[in-house]
């Protein structure tokens, strides 16, 4: 399952290269090191609320657009979980419990 921190660091990351944007760029512009943004593009730190809008306001793009963005892979995996739990027969479940 991926975690919240992943796919905000997915969010952030499509946002940048979109705009072809360099990890140096939005260092010098969001005021952060470039090696906190990789670490959390990659999904190994998560960003305070502060952060996370001075990256947003990096990347001209408002907070609440890459909180939505996230939302909506958080929402779509959850589907596809639920999906696959809900795919599998009753008896298989009480078989895999025992």
């Known amino acids: 399952m991926t975690t919240m921190r992943q796919f905000v ?6 946002r940048r290269m979109a705009q072809g944007l360099t990890l140096r760029d939005v ?3 969001a005021r952060v090191s470039l ?8 999904g ?3 960003p305070s609320s ?6 947003a306001s990096a990347l001209d793009v408002p907070l609440s657009q890459v909180l939505l963005d996230v939302s909506t892979l958080l929402a779509i995996e959850e589907a596809t979980d639920l ?3 809900s795919s599998i027969a009753p008896g298989e479940v009480e078989a895999s419990a025992a």
């Open 35 to 42: 090696g906190y943004i990789s670490e959390v593009e990659r």
């Open 50 to 55: 502060e952060l996370l809008a001075a990256l």
């Open 83 to 85: 999906a696959s739990v």
């Open 9 to 14: 660091g997915e969010v952030l990351r499509g």
């Open 27 to 29: 260092s010098a512009r």
């Open 44 to 46: 190994q730190k998560e």
